[in-house]
């Protein structure tokens, strides 16, 4: 039998257990630890999500048996933790951002270039079957010259101005915030289904909330429960709940982009569409087993998942038959898969398949170019 991969996750938010339960689908992976800010949530972290080991991440760091570390800690974290892990000799997996600053990004990248580590930026979006399905009939020519790209990522989960969480806060999350963490996954996206590169931006923020009541209380204790005048501090808020951008490509073509996270009823909307010399695609994550294909000539398409009548490189990432929805949870659990065939062959691949490093670095810089757009009201080459 192939020998169990040792992994293990650090931070429990959100984004930690969804690691978690991927790494727990796929066969010869073991998440033997879990790593917090201190051993006393660590041990009940642990025992909630049935880890069998739990300590701080400096410990963790110190167990040999352990060859695969998640980082799944807020941002400003990202950079220091993955550094340590490399140096500590294991491979890593890091959410995005990969760092809040270009020049700690520049130095993962060479860090992991030099160790020769699997790295990888948990850009699972792509991994939704009809995502990579755009890509591979793309490259097929059946969507033609590129003419233009329109795309939005739109969330309601800041809609109010009792609405709080750490990524409000620019010394834990970046000075940007929407951009920043849902529309890297969109830029991303758009960069990877089209074979494009963004070469210039032109960005407008809107700060929607100038002022957010910041709970006093930890969320486990008022969870449910009407809180008081009392039990809020009105703080200022610096950084954008609403972002356009629009886009110049390497094809001498344009497009743009509307990012927001106060858009009511909007919980999670990612949608692209892209217009091209034969066809027209659009998808949206909130009806990720379907894609429309526009016409001009012929009938419009509505093309569902199914693997036998995907490309086969859109099919590989497809676990049950046509009919049977997939979602969020398989993009990590697909991505994964790819990630640990590699660190099974113990390096970095020439080529890697998935999001590496490298690609963490390219949203960062075109994160930083956005920010440097708004502020100067400008386009800014990227």
Known sequence: MTKPIKAAIVGTGFIGP???????????????????????????????????QAFTFEEMLKQPEIEV????????????????????????????PLATKIDE??????????????????FNLRYYPMVRQMKTMREN??????????????????????????????????????????????????EYVTGLKITEVMADFSTVHKTRLK?????????????????????????????TVMLRFDNGNKGSV??????????????IEIAGAKSNFEWCSERPNEM???????????????????????????????????????????????????VAEGKQPEQPSFPTFEDGYRELLICERIIESHKKQAWVKI
């Open 18 to 52: 969804a690691h978690l339960e991927a790494l727990r689908r796929i066969p010869n992976i073991e998440v033997i630890a879990l790593c917090e800010v201190n051993q006393e949530l660590a041990e009940e972290k642990a025992k909630l999500l049935g880890i069998p």
């Open 69 to 96: 570390v998640h980082i799944c800690t807020p941002n400003f974290l990202h950079f220091s933790q993955s550094k340590a892990v490399l140096e500590a000799g294991k491979h890593v997996v890091c959410e995005k």
């Open 105 to 122: 990004a520049e130095e993962l990248v060479a860090l992991a270039k030099e160790k020769g580590l699997v790295n990888a930026v948990h």
């Open 141 to 190: 020519g059946e969507l033609g010259d590129i003419y233009s790209i329109m795309g939005s990522y739109l969330q309601d989960w800041l809609y109010l101005n009792t609405d709080y969480n750490w990524r409000l806060e620019p010394d834990k999350s970046g000075d940007s915030r929407a951009i920043a963490d849902i529309g890297s996954h969109l830029l991303d996206l758009t």
């Open 215 to 243: 709970p006093l209380k930890p969320i486990e204790t008022y969870s449910g429960k009407m809180l008081k005048e009392s039990d809020y501090a009105e703080v200022p808020i610096d950084t954008e709940d609403h972002a």
């Open 258 to 271: 509307t990012v927001s996270q106060v858009n009511a009823g909007r919980k999670n909307r990612l949608n």
């Open 292 to 342: 429309w294909i526009g016409k001009r000539q012929s009938p419009n398409q509505q093309l569902m998942k199914d693997p036998a009548l995907f490309t086969p490189e859109a099919a590989g990432l497809i676990s049950f038959p046509g009919g049977h929805n997939e979602g969020f949870p398989d993009t990590s659990k697909q991505m994964f898969k790819e990630v640990y065939a590699a």
